[in-house]
C-alpha cells in the first residue's frame, strides 16, 4: 500500500473516501430517483422535508435504523445476516478499481523535519493490472449476495425468488463478458487507466496503413463500437437488476423476491449494493466508451494542466485531478441519470422474454460485433 | 501481494462496515412482541409447509450449467483479444484469425445446437 | 535459528506443502462423504491444490507452461462438474436422495 | 521477508481452515459456501505468486461459475442437514484419514528435501514487471493452439450431454416411473 507511513496513511484514507463516496452517492440517488420520477410522472413528489425534500434521505436512514429488527423463525441467523453485507462487497470492491481521475504526483516536502516523497497517488481505490477481468471477477461474485438471501429466509418466494435472480444475473453475464471482447481487441489492455489514456486524443481512424485524424472529434470507444456499447448498457441493466428487468424484485406481480423476509437497514443494504452495481456500471461504460476523464478538445490532463502553469507542480496536479475528477462525475451522473429515466419509460419483460432476449438476441449480436470488430481490425492493421 | 493487500483492505473494511450498520440496527430497533405468527415464514397468509417437496424447475440447472460452458469460452477470447495486435504485427494476423476461427466455429455449433435442441426455452 | 530460518524464508516448498495438505483434504472428502455433491466438491478441491502447484512451478522455472496448465484444468474441471452435477440430478430425481451407492442402481 | 512469510502463513491458515470446514460442514450448502470462500483464497495466492489474469480467471470460472452452479443445484434439491454425512465404520474411516494424512505428510517430506537441491536462487528472480499476461496469450495460442481447440471441442460435447442427461419432464421432484 506504501512504502512509508504518510503513503499509508493517505491511502487508506482515500480507499475509505472512496468506499464512503459510493455509500453517500446512494441516499442522494434515491432522491433523484424519486424526485424524478415524479417530475415524469407529473407529480410532486417528496418535498415536505428540508428544502427541495432533500433532508427526507436523514429521515428515511433514522426510520431505517430505528425499525423493529426481525428475522423469520426458521431462518438460518448468520446466513441471513451475511447476505446484506456480502451484497455490498462485489460493487464496493469493482468501484475501487475504476480510475476516477488523473493521478497526482506529489513533489518531495518537508514536514516534521523530515523529507518525504516524491509520491503518485492513483485517484482510485487501488490500481489493478488486469483491470477489467478483476471487475468481471468481482462482480461475477453478485449471485451470492441473492441465493444466499433466497435460501436462508427459508421461504418458497424467497428460494424461487434467488433462482430466478441469480437465473438471469448469470445469463446476462455473458453476454457482458461478449460485449466487452469488441474494446479489449480495439484497445489491446486490460488497464483502465492505459485505456483512457489511449483514448484521450483526436479521433484517428488507420485505414489500410494511412491514418486519417478528425481533430475535432474525441478517440472515444463509441465511434469504433456502438454495438458493443449498446450491447454492455443492456446487459448492466440486467446486471443490476433495474427495470426493465427487475424481475428479482417485481413486487406488483411475483412477491418480492429474494428479500421477501428483508426489512428496515437490512432490505436498504441489498439497495446499497443495486446502486453501487449502477454506479460501477455507468463508470464502466464512460470508461469504456467515453474516454473516462478526459474530455479531448477542452478537458485533458495537458490542456487542464496548462490552465495553472504559475503554480508549484504538486498544486497543479491537484487541481487538474480536480477538476478532471469532475468530469467523470459528470459523465457517471448522465449514465445514472439514464438508468432512472429507462426506469420510467419501458416496461417489464417476462420472464421467458428475459431468457430469450439473453441468450437469442444478446449473446449473438456480441459473438456478431466481435467477429466483424476482429475482422475490420485484422484488415485495418495489417500491412498489405 | 502488494498490490494485492488493499483490496483485501477494503473488503474487510466493507464486512465491519456492513456488521457495524447490522448491530447498531438491531440496537437501536424497537423491541416489539413477538408471537408465532409474526415469526413464521411469510407466504401471504397461509399456513407455511416447507416439508413438502418444492418442485423447481430443471431449466434454472441447465441455464447454470450452460453458462459455466460458455463463460470459458469466452473468457478464451480475453487473451486473444489482448495479443490480437502483436500477431498482427509479427504478420501472423491470419494464423490467429484461423485459430479463432475454429474454436469461434465450435462456439457458435454449440449455441446453435441449444436453441435447435430447445433447451433454453422458457414457457 | 536454522529452523527459524526455514519457517520464515517463504520458498516453494512452502506453497507446495499447501497444496499437498489442501490435496489430502479434498481426498478425505472424496472417500469419507456419502453425499455425491460434496464429493464432486472434494474433486474440485484436489484439482485447486493442483493447479496451486502448478503456478508455483511456473513461478519457479519463469516458463509460463505451468499457468497454461492451470487454464486447461479448470476447463476440465469446470466439464467435469457440470456433467458431475447432471448425474447427480439424475440420481435425485430417481431415489430423492444423493447417496453414492445409488450409482450402483443406474442403468441406461 | 517478514511479511512475506506473515501474508503466507495468514492465507495458508485460511485456506486450512476453510478446507477444513468444507469437509466437515454437515450441511451440503454450508459446505459449498466454505468451498467458495477457499477458491477466493487460492485466487489471492495465485495473485501474490504473480499470475495475475489466472487469479482473476480463478475467480470468474471457480467462484463465479462453478459453484455457483454446486449452490444452485443443492438450493434446488432443498437439502437439509445429513444426518448421516460420512460414511459408516470406525476402523475404515480411521484408515481413510490416516491413508490421506500419510499422503500428505510423504508429499511434505519428499518436497522438502527435493526441492531444496533443485532450487536455490531462481526464487523470487522472476521479473514482477513483466507483462506476463500477454507472454501467457502469446503461448496459448502458439505452442498449446491444438490443445486450446481441442478443449473448445470437450465443452461443446459438454453441452450436449448435460442437456440430454436433464432432459425430463417435470422438476426436481418429478414422479417416480
Known amino acids: 500500500m506504501g512504502s512509508d507511513i504518510f503513503e499509508i496513511g493517505v491511502n487508506f484514507i482515500k480507499m475509505v473516501l472512496i468506499f464512503v463516496m459510493m455509500v453517500q452517492l446512494v441516499p442522494l440517488l434515491v432522491w433523484v430517483e424519486r424526485r424524478g420520477s415524479a417530475y415524469i410522472q407529473n407529480r410532486f413528489g417528496p418535498n415536505r422535508v428540508g428544502p427541495l425534500g432533500l433532508t427526507q434521505l436523514l429521515a428515511d436512514a433514522v426510520k431505517f435504523l430505528t425499525k423493529e429488527d426481525f428475522m423469520p423463525e426458521r431462518g438460518y441467523r448468520f446466513l441471513f445476516l451475511a447476505a446484506p453485507v456480502v451484497a455490498l462487497i462485489p460493487a464496493a470492491l469493482a468501484f475501487g478499481a475504476i480510475p476516477l481521475s488523473h493521478p497526482i504526483f506529489v513533489e518531495p516536502f518537508e514536514w516534521l523535519g523530515q523529507t518525504w516523497g516524491p509520491y503518485q497517488f492513483d485517484f482510485q481505490s487501488y490500481k489493478i493490472g488486469i483491470g477489467i477481468v478483476f471487475v468481471l471477477a468481482v462482480s461475477s461474485l453478485a449471485a451470492y449476495s441473492l441465493m444466499l438471501a433466497g435460501y436462508a429466509s427459508n421461504n418458497k418466494y424467497s428460494l424461487y425468488g434467488a433462482l430466478r435472480a441469480s437465473a438471469q444475473t448469470i445469463s446476462y453475464e455473458l453476454a457482458m463478458g461478449l460485449s466487452i471482447v469488441g474494446i479489449l481487441l480495439l484497445f489491446n489492455t486490460f488497464d483502465f487507466s492505459e485505456m483512457i489514456r489511449l483514448q484521450s486524443g483526436p479521433l484517428s481512424f488507420h485505414v489500410l496503413g494511412t491514418v486519417y485524424t478528425f481533430d475535432f472529434l474525441p478517440n472515444w470507444g463509441i465511434f469504433y463500437q456502438p454495438l458493443g456499447a449498446i450491447l454492455l448498457l443492456a446487459a448492466m441493466f440486467a446486471e443490476t437488476n433495474r427495470l426493465p428487468f427487475d424481475l428479482p424484485e417485481a413486487e406488483a406481480e411475483l412477491v418480492a423476491g429474494y428479500h421477501t423476509e428483508y426489512g428496515g437497514i437490512k432490505m436498504n443494504m441489498f439497495y446499497i449494493g443495486e446502486y453501487g452495481h449502477m454506479l460501477v456500471a455507468s463508470g464502466l461504460m464512460v470508461t469504456f466508451y467515453f474516454g473516462g476523464y478526459t474530455l479531448y478538445p477542452f478537458l485533458t490532463p495537458g490542456t487542464v494542466s496548462s490552465w495553472f502553469a504559475g503554480s508549484t507542480p504538486t498544486m497543479t496536479s491537484v487541481w487538474t485531478s480536480l477538476i478532471l475528477h469532475v468530469v467523470f462525475l459528470t459523465k457517471v451522473l448522465l449514465f445514472l441519470w439514464l438508468f432512472i429515466w429507462v426506469r420510467w419509460s419501458l416496461p417489464r419483460f417476462r420472464y421467458d422474454q428475459l431468457m430469450d432476449l439473453g441468450w437469442k438476441t444478446m449473446l449473438p449480436w456480441a459473438l456478431g460485433n466481435t467477429i466483424v470488430t476482429a475482422i475490420v481490425i485484422f484488415i485495418m492493421r495489417t500491412s498489405w | 501481494m502488494s498490490q494485492l493487500l488493499p483490496v483485501l483492505v477494503l473488503s474487510g473494511f466493507v464486512v465491519v462496515f456492513g456488521a457495524a450498520i447490522i448491530v447498531v440496527a438491531s440496537l437501536l430497533g424497537t423491541k416489539a412482541a413477538k408471537s408465532k405468527t409474526k415469526l413464521e415464514t411469510y407466504e401471504c397468509g397461509l399456513e407455511s409447509d416447507m416439508s413438502g417437496s418444492t418442485k423447481v424447475p430443471i431449466k434454472f440447472y441447465l441455464t447454470a450449467i450452460l453458462f459455466i460452458l460458455f463463460d470459458i469460452e469466452i473468457i478464451f477470447m480475453y487473451p486473444w483479444a489482448l495479443s490480437f495486435n502483436d500477431f498482427i504485427r509479427q504478420g501472423y494476423g491470419l494464423y490467429i484469425m484461423g485459430a479463432m476461427g475454429v474454436f469461434l466455429l465450435i462456439f457458435i455449433l454449440g449455441l446453435l445446437w441449444e436453441v435447435k435442441s430447445k433447451a433454453l426455452e422458457w414457457e | ?108 | 521477508m517478514i511479511y512475506e512469510a506473515i501474508s503466507f502463513y495468514a492465507l495458508a491458515l485460511f485456506l486450512t481452515f476453510f478446507a477444513y470446514k468444507t469437509i466437515s460442514a454437515t450441511n451440503p450448502i454450508h459446505s459449498a459456501l466454505y468451498l467458495v470462500l477457499t477458491m477466493l483464497g487460492l485466487g489471492a495466492v495465485f495473485f501474490s505468486l504473480g499470475a495475475h489474469f489466472i487469479a482473476g480467471v480463478q475467480v470468474i470460472v471457480y467462484a463465479g461459475a462453478v459453484m455457483v452452479l454446486f449452490v444452485m443445484v443443492l438450493m434446488l434439491f432443498d437439502l437439509k442437514s445429513e444426518l448421516q454425512a460420512f460414511s459408516k465404520g470406525m476402523l475404515s474411516g480411521f484408515l481413510k484419514v490416516f491413508s490421506a494424512a500419510a499422503l500428505a505428510g510423504v508429499a511434505i517430506g519428499v518436497i522438502s528435501h527435493s526441492v531444496q537441491v533443485v532450487d536455490g536462487a531462481s526464487w523470487g528472480v522472476g521479473d514482477p514487471n513483466a507483462d506476463v499476461t500477454k507472454y501467457l496469450s502469446i503461448l496459448l495460442y502458439t505452442n498449446y493452439l491444438f490443445a486450446f481447440e481441442v478443449l473448445g471441442v470437450l465443452l461443446l460435447v459438454v453441452a450436449i450431454g448435460a442437456v440430454a442427461l436433464s432432459r425430463m419432464k417435470g422438476g426436481t421432484h418429478a414422479d417416480r416411473r
Open chain 3, 1 to 108: 535459528m536454522l529452523i527459524a530460518d526455514k519457517f520464515l524464508r517463504i520458498g516453494p516448498e512452502h506453497y507446495l506443502a499447501l497444496s499437498a495438505i489442501l490435496f489430502s483434504f479434498g481426498m478425505i472428502a472424496v472417500m469419507m462423504r456419502k453425499n455425491v455433491i460434496v464429493m464432486l466438491m472434494g474433486i474440485e478441491l484436489m484439482l485447486n491444490a493442483v493447479n496451486l502447484s502448478f503456478v508455483v512451478f511456473a513461478r519457479e522455472t519463469g516458463a509460463l507452461n505451468g499457468q497454461i496448465m492451470v487454464f486447461f484444468v479448470m476447463t476440465i474441471a469446470a466439464a467435469e462438474a457440470g456433467v458431475g452435477l447432471a448425474l447427480a440430478v439424475a440420481i435425485y430425481k430417481k431415489f430423492k436422495e444423493l447417496n453414492i451407492r445409488h450409482f450402483e442402481k443406474l442403468k441406461g
